[in-house]
């Protein structure tokens, strides 16, 4: 009985929001969430123009609620409008912009339609689109045409967890074309992501062997060019020869003192022979003179 139960409850939610997605088709209609509470049934409405919703004066809220109480038998239903700001990014709403304008502008410029919905969800952020748009476009003969950009999965649980499919239908001269948009938001963080926290970088920084520094230190100085090398070098040996030269002059000086005191040495050195010449050349000229 609890299971009967709980699939009519089922069911009537799937009836309520075919219902008015229906009566809401080009008011930007997006998705609805019923929520069953003590003073009734909660219906959220999540479009992107309220006004058209609403209408003047609440009469197209006022309607809707005579009907979802006629058709499903639904005591009081409070029906709330939440407004839609990310547009490019909701699938339903891109589904029926393309129905919407395949319906204006007719079957001749579907290439053109699809590509710019595209073009725009992505401008928008998204991950990847895909669009399949099948019937009888341009031609008497059916077949499925599809647009594709960027990333989107495929297959598995992050398919059917983080892509958007909405599937809406275009009524056209030809016949019924059907529309079917895949969108990947930017947001979705996928299982095989992996990313480094600073902390953690740090960590293995610190507690890396000194091996691993030493042989990083020679990489750094291999991949220097050898034009800095030369450039560093050149006030190396600059800065060598004035020392040298430096050292040439202090060493120069005391030896010229050195050889300047000799020759006063041998001034006196001298005046002593001469004397002692004179000494004895004057007795030799007093024994002549005898």
Known sequence: MIERDILSQRIKELQIKEFLESKLFGAGYSKTEIKRTPLGEKI???TSRPGMVVGRSGKNIKDLTVALKKNFKLENPQIEIN???SLSLDANIMAEKIAVSL??????????IIHKTAEEIMRSGAKGVEILLSGKVPSSRARTWRISQGYLKKCGEPALKFVNIAYKVSKLKSGVVGIIVKIMPPNVRLPDYIEMKPEEVKKEGKEAPKEDSEKKETKKDAEKPVAKESKKEVPKKAEVK???AEVKVKEAEPVKKVEAKEKVAEKPVKKVVKKK???KAKPVAEKKDE
């Open 44 to 46: 959220i409405v999540h």
């Open 83 to 85: 407004e839609i700001k």
């Open 103 to 112: 319906e204006r502008f007719g079957s001749n410029r579907f290439k053109n």
């Open 242 to 244: 004035d020392k040298k």
């Open 277 to 279: 010449v004179e000494e």
